[in-house]
T-cell receptor, first 112, second 113 residues
């Protein structure tokens, strides 16, 4: 099976940088996604890491270390609209390659 | 707005009603998914269609019946639902299996009376 851990809630200040960590246990996976979900809305794709290292996309960066079972999402220059839940998601491999295993999400509150 | 369109956005139905949820995408994606999401919980996979064929059914009760009429459309037929089935139902699609992100629709918020 797969298990994903991420903090339940975080608070950060507008304009600051925040890092949301995710640790996981799995027997195998293709890659790791990060999704953003505003309350009552659909999840939106942010990033996908297959190889170890950092992927940067504007204000958002995501990092993966397969050997450590660890990923993080880094948000820079925080804006009020970044207040949302951030989901760490494993992308299955082999027969399970269609399947996404979602973490429980980290609710980020950005304050002025 | 997303490229995956779901209708209706809200649905209230009694336990004896029959209704259908609809999902449409025109991105040429060949894999489509139904998820159920309860408040403050992550989405739970229900069904996966690949090339219009059902490839995964996550032990979903038979009162939920999926249908994929063509590569752009995905339906979820509902009959004799229970109050605990009230949730946000999300449709998603991806290009194919492999390292492709799933794109989600805005969901249908379903309430069972």
């Amino acid at each position: 099976g797969q298990n994903i851990d991420q903090p339940t809630e975080m608070t950060a200040t507008e304009g600051a940088i925040v890092q949301i960590n995710c640790t996981y246990q799995t027997s195998g996976f293709n890659g790791l996604f990060w999704y953003q979900q505003h309350a009552g809305e659909a999840p939106t794709f942010l990033s996908y890491n297959v190889l170890d290292g950092l992927e940067e996309k504007g204000r958002f960066s995501s990092f993966l270390s397969r050997s450590k079972g660890y990923s993080y999402l880094l948000l820079k220059e925080l804006q009020m609209k970044d207040s949302a839940s951030y989901l760490c998601v494993l992308h299955g491999s082999g027969a399970g390659s269609y399947q996404l295993t979602f973490g429980k999400g980290t609710k980020l509150s950005v304050i002025p | 707005d997303t490229e995956v369109t779901q209708t209706p956005k809200h649905l209230v139905m009694g336990m004896t009603n029959k209704k259908s949820l609809k999902c449409e995408q025109h991105m040429g994606h060949r894999a489509m998914y139904w998820y159920k999401q309860k408040a403050k919980k992550p989405p739970e996979l229900m069904f996966v269609y690949s090339y219009e064929k059902l490839s995964i059914n996550e032990s979903v009760p038979s009162r939920f019946s999926p249908e994929c009429p063509n590569s752009s459309l995905l339906n979820l037929h509902l009959h004799a639902l229970q109050p605990e089935d009230s949730a946000l139902y999300l449709c998603a699609s991806s290009l194919d299996r492999g390292g492709q992100p799933q794109h989600f629709g805005d969901g249908t918020r379903l309430s069972i009376l």
